[in-house]
């Protein structure tokens, strides 16, 4: 028996369905299952779970915490290299074009994780970005960001020391201490905000 939409215990969202709590207050009960979560960490239920579903060329869709779009043959959890897998597929699904800008540039709370940074003043794109959930697995629209170098050293110096161990490739690689914010791509930093950021990095570059 499985949860449905029924909130898991916490002995089966840490993985450990053999010590469910319902199993000794309920009768037939045996575990709430595997549990699956969203980028934000947030419990994923079933009714908006993709599930084993197949799609439209045949292929099993990954059974991962996070819809992404994309298919696979596999069980998420059967990657021997799950980080390059999902780095692979952040190449296929967004490809970097000649000329293409950074996708921060000009914005004042670029990237989200505890610190956002401000985004650099139009360099070229080079780099793609898992964020913030830095689980590669985790393509999903919203979360891989192709942007500069700049940037995205910025945001890792301002951000990695907040985050723990890198989970199972099912899970959410999220903050373990501060509040986790989601990457803001409205709000425009002033160009005083802008230079000072660009002075900031610049210096950081040359003193290495």
């Known amino acids: 028996m499985s949860t449905g939409d029924k909130e898991p215990c916490p002995a089966c969202r840490a993985g450990f369905q053999n010590e469910c709590h319902y199993a000794w207050t309920e009768d037939g009960w045996e575990s709430c299952g595997e549990i699956f979560f969203t980028a934000s960490g947030e419990v994923k239920y079933a009714s908006t779970r993709v599930g084993d579903d197949r799609g ?20 998420i959890s059967q990657y021997k290299d799950p980080i390059s897998t999902g780095r692979k597929r952040a190449a296929e699904m967004y490809p970097i074009t000649p000329g293409m800008v950074c996708e921060w540039a000009n914005l004042k709370k670029a990237g989200g994780g505890v610190v956002p940074i401000v985004g650099c003043i139009g360099r070229p794109a080079t780099d793609r970005h898992h964020g913030p959930d830095k689980n590669t697995m985790n393509n999903a629209e919203g979360n891989v960001h192709r942007i500069c170098a700049f940037c995205h050293n910025a945001w890792h110096g301002a951000n990695d020391s907040f985050y723990g161990e890198r989970p199972s490739p099912d899970k959410p690689f999220v903050p373990v201490k501060g509040e986790m914010l989601q990457h803001d791509s409205a709000t425009k930093a002033t160009t005083e905000e802008l230079l000072a950021a660009e002075k900031e990095r610049v210096e950081a570059a040359t003193k290495q």
Do not use: P, S, W
């Open 56 to 75: 439209e060329a045949g292929k099993q869709v990954d059974t991962g915490y996070i819809a992404d779009g994309y298919e696979g043959l596999k069980d």
